[in-house]
């Protein structure tokens, strides 16, 4: 009652207050006007009642008898503007919007103290005023503008600086400013935030604040990520205020981040460690301070005993006006050092988002510990996720964890927490290893002691992060079993958001790769796991979409990365889906089919086969969709569904079904209304079809597929070009693998193939892998009708060995592979053999790609005999000895296999060479390089001599002694290498 009388009386106060605004107004006095606007300001906002149009009627009437007007009247009517538009939430109209913002923006120079201007002209362009000249803004902000010199502070008190750090923020949030004067900003920003404090605690840490929402807004605003050259001491300087007040927590300078300068990618487990890194982040810590520790070092402290404990009645205001007086300046502190921490950490979110993955993981060391840290020591990430007692702080951090965690795979590749002998120096691998350690521990203890469900459903998804991003194979056992114990009883959690994510961490789980030891466990604790009979359950039962959704990817990916643990119970997903899953609703039947997709990939090699499933799929629901291509996406997973039936279902379906399942597709790819998804999908379903043995036999099939593919190969949108031209790869391996060929069936494909070729890159590197198949089967009735068209063919090849993607070169290098070792093509197209040996010799030279030059070698090793073999050879051999230097570290992994092939290529050089091509060699001896690589081979090939290598070693070694003296010094060397390899009695003389 007490509330509805104030709101009574504030609403006549604000009527009888207005009523004698206007007749001021109208009056022209100008003293009147000001009192009442005082008045008008003293009122306590919101107030019931006021409308828009009251708001509207005011500011115009003040607006229209505002020349005269003194300043501290603007003053005032500057924060009726902010009192109405932010309190009391109005909304004007554009037109008293521009004239307000002129009016203000005009007297921003000159009134003192501006800061009921600088709060109302940010409330002005919250509300969407637009300046009248777009270029005023930056003229403000930039040198020597009255903005930017209340943004530097250096005249002004600290309140008028705050508000101008308001403004900026909200000219950043709302207007498109240049990206050279953001930049400038963000210096300026940075080198406030590394001043030190000049103030008392609490405006000091206002104006903090203050400096990090304005941060914020501009990194919003960037196009590109902060350069390299501000990018140490803008983490530090975060760093420093993302634990700022913390209880227990020490303030320490911002000292520049250092990043380490050999960080790497690590694309695969099993390449070799990265260079060990000493240094003063990295040395070997006292391993005697107390670390828990137990069997394979992963044993982690139970959250009773050493967790985190955070109050669950703490609750801080949204604003300081909230805070009576009697509360204090330390409440009001902890309040501003709350939002100045989570201002932070957002900061930091931002900033790990926008730098490139290296960027990113060249940092991790200065924000992660790599073990519990002691007392007083510098606070970590993991120190706010731990420690702050703000839920948004915490969820704060784990943002800025998740943010780093993205896409770091790569990097983490090389960690290993295996224990290791006393050593002066600890290798970046193990750091890795103890960092990941400490991540794990901390997430889990964060876990248990979240009382916030927000915080806890982000808590879990950074937790899936980590097991996504984590090498577990290299580390040691007990960290899954730790997370999975540790899910386990929020599961039944009442909030929806986290056991959707508590279902999202345990589909991280599963999908791990290679398949863990620990997981087949936890897996086979019962006859069907857990996990599955869980998610069985949620679908069986009426629950929200969301619910029901997390858990067919849980399914989904049981069956695409562990079938072997539900091998036994696959049926019950079978028996699922024909009671409950095919009448789920239309948003969740995508996911259904993924999972239909999966499970009918996962059965398809049982033995005997599933054809009963398949009887059941092609009988009803399956049909159905693929008969209806209206539904697109559907549509479109029901054929990639279709595409897993496998040769031996296939073989073993009855008639009718079997040419149901060919007929659909084909009838699909040619279907005019359907969507582009549909006819990709369609046409990619025959280009699988089209490899098994019982179609490839199907000469009525073949002809249909021919055609289809050929069709789809002019389809005007790019998806179904692709996925025509990956087909096109598939029929013409299969038109290979017969005995024999119609030529009417190869002569259209030489055209076709020749003018995909010429698209984009994705359909490019399949395109080649045809035309390689087109020239292996070349004949010559078939040249003599299309020689035009097979030279254009060879010449597209040549070009592609050394442009275009990776892929298409590796591609085009096999197809050179497969062309070159027709016989037909070599001794009818001679020019055409020359030019594509040229590109080859440049190739394996020079690419930067490993994998690229060894199909290169391989292809320089097709031929039967060489017209141009002193050029192979000598490409070869520079390329044998460039294999030792590689710029860049993740081909590290590919330079063995690249000279193997080197040498084998060789060593058929050597069984092909004349004595004329002997006699041509260089004078100028082999680098011991090649000599080395090549010795280390023989010896490997010598082992056994049933192999292609061990045959070619004894072929060579014939010719070698046939050709005896007269070759160069290079057939000296060699003879010696050989010679040695055979005294050591490794090979079997024939």
Known sequence: ASLHVRSAVLEVMWESIVAQLILAIRENDKKRISELLEDLNTLIYPVEGVDNKDGENVLASLLASAVGFSSGTVLQLAQLTSNLLTQQKLSLSPRTLGKLLQLLSSWLPRAHPPTELLYATAALVQAGAVYSDPQVVAVQLSEGGS?????????????????????????????????????????????????????????????????????????????????????????????????????????????PIQPPLNVQPCPQPGSPRSPSVAGPHHRKRNRS????????????????????????????????????????????????????????????????????????????????????????????????????????????????????LEGSKPYLAAADDCPLPSQPFTPYSSTLGAVLKELHRCLLLALAAEPHHTTLTQTIKCLSLLVTNTPYSQLSEGYITRVTSSLFPYTSNKDLDVQVACLTCYGAVVSLQ?????????????????IMEHCLALLRSPCPLALHTEALQVLTALCRFNFSAIAHCWSALRDLYFSHLEQLPHPLQQHTLKLVEELCRAVSPLVPPPAELWQQLLSGPLTRLLQDPAQGPLCAQACDVLATIGPAVMQELQVPLRMLAITLPLGLSREETASTSVTSSAVRVLGVFILYDCMKEDGGFVLDCHSAVLHCLHHPSLPVRVQASWALGNLTDSLASLPSLLPALLLPLYGAVSERIGDTEKVKCNAVRAAGNLLKMLTEPVLSSCRAAVERLSTQLAKCINSGSMKSRWNTCYACHSALANAVFTSQCPAATRELLTALCSAVQSCKNFKVRTNAALALGSPASYAQLCEVWGAVVEGLEGSEHQEDFSEYRHASSLRTQLCSTLLHLLSVMSSEQASALATHPLPDTALRHLREFLLMAAKDPSTKDGEELHSAWSNLKTLGSSGGGQLHQLLDVFQGVWEEDVVVAA
């Open 147 to 255: 903005l930017l010199r209340m943004v530097e502070g250096k005249q002004y008190p600290v309140e008028v600086q705050r508000a101008a750090l308001h403004l900026l923020a909200t000219l950043c949030g709302r207007l498109e400013l240049p990206q050279p004067l953001l930049l400038s900003l963000l210096e300026l920003l940075l080198q406030h935030l590394l001043a030190p404090p000049r103030l008392d605690l609490l405006l000091h840490a206002k104006l903090l604040l203050s400096l990090l929402r304005a941060m914020h807004a501009v990194l919003l605003r960037l196009n590109a990520p902060p350069n390299h050259r501000l990018l140490p001491s803008l983490l530090a300087s975060l760093k420093a205020n993302m634990a700022l007040g913390l209880p227990g927590q020490l303030r320490h300078a911002a000292a």
């Open 289 to 404: 301070r107390n670390r828990e520790k137990g069997k394979g070092g992963v044993v982690l402290t139970g959250v009773a005993a050493h967790g985190p404990s955070f109050p669950p009645s703490f609750s801080c205001s949204s604003s300081d006006s909230e805070l009576s007086d009697s509360e204090g300046v330390s409440v009001r502190l902890r309040s501003t050092n709350i939002k100045l921490r989570h201002e932070a950490l957002s900061c930091l979110a931002l900033i790990f988002k926008s730098v490139d993955r290296h960027t990113a993981f060249s940092f991790w060391l200065s924000f992660l510990p790599d073990g519990p840290r002691p007392p007083n020591s510098l606070p970590s990430l993991l120190t706010c996720l731990l420690k702050d007692p703000s839920p948004k702080c915490r969820g704060g951090a784990v943002s800025v964890l998740c943010a780093m």
């Open 514 to 530: 290679p398949c863990l030891k620990e997981v087949q466990r936890w897996l086979g604790l019962r006859s069907c796991p857990w």
